[in-house]
T-cell receptor
Framework: GENVEQHPSTLSVQEGDSAVIKCTYS??????FPWYKQELGKGPQLIID?????GEKKDQRIAVTLNKTAKHFSLHITETQPEDSAVYFC????????????FGTGTRLTVIP | EAGVAQSPRYKIIEKRQSVAFWCNPISGHATLYWYQQILGQGPKLLIQFQNNGVVDDSQLPKDRFSAERLKGVDSTLKIQPAKLEDSAVYLCASLLDMNTEAFFGQGTRLTVV
């Protein structure tokens, strides 16, 4: 099955700085790579996703990049704000959508005001 | 639009007891998942339903876990008998179809003592 590795496990940044989370996956058949944000006591919430036919996608302060050859994908958050503090999960899926999601181990992001 | 509803939010039981969790997906969502999230880890798939049929239960410990989705709407996940290592958050997710986003409920936090 798919194996998703995620780094770092914890990340602290000053408000306004950028944060980068990196992931690798093992199954070359994976085509869909969503990122989820999980706040304390809540379920994961989709923040952005990218499919294998695209190398980069941006949504306001959030951007994701995908390198299918190297099986790497990354999340970039610019101009971080305290409300960005949460656990972020990278995910890989063999389907074209959210079919059989394989989660990374998570990154706890803390934005220091 | 109402989200995925789960109950109870918290449950504490003794080992060897039984417990059941309930999930009400978003209206019209044909696909429903149960995930297990152990503290400090990413969610791991237990079972996937398409309407009222099981699509994938390969990761479900069938000697103690069971799940059903009667009438293709609500679903229940049962553990009998529970073990200490079953302590986790149990998340339910639903999606309209395989090409769309998965929506997660808040989860049920189970503590087995």
């Amino acid at each position: 099955g798919e194996n998703v590795e995620q780094h770092p496990s914890t990340l602290s940044v000053q408000e306004g700085d950028s944060a980068v989370i990196k992931c690798t996956y093992s199954d070359s058949a994976s085509n869909y790579f969503p990122w989820y944000k999980q706040e304390l006591g809540k379920g994961p919430q989709l923040i952005i996703d990218i499919r294998s036919n695209v190398g980069e996608k941006k949504d306001q302060r959030i951007a994701v990049t995908l390198n299918k050859t190297a099986k790497h994908f990354s999340l970039h958050i610019t101009e971080t704000q305290p409300e960005d503090s949460a656990v972020y999960f990278c995910v890989a899926s063999e389907g074209t959508g959210a079919n059989n999601l394989f989660f990374g181990t998570g990154t706890r992001l803390t934005v220091i005001p | 639009e109402a989200g995925v509803a789960q109950s109870p939010r918290y449950k504490i039981i003794e080992k060897r007891q039984s417990v059941a969790f309930w999930c009400n997906p978003i209206s019209g969502h044909a696909t429903l998942y149960w995930y297990q999230q152990i503290l400090g880890q990413g969610p791991k798939l237990l079972i996937q339903f398409q309407n009222n049929g099981v699509v994938d239960d390969s990761q479900l410990p069938k000697d103690r876990f069971s799940a059903e989705r009667l009438k293709g709407v609500d679903s229940t996940l049962k553990i009998q008998p529970a073990k200490l290592e079953d302590s986790a958050v149990y998340l339910c997710a639903s999606l309209l179809d395989m090409n769309t986003e998965a929506f997660f409920g808040q989860g049920t936090r189970l503590t087995v003592v």
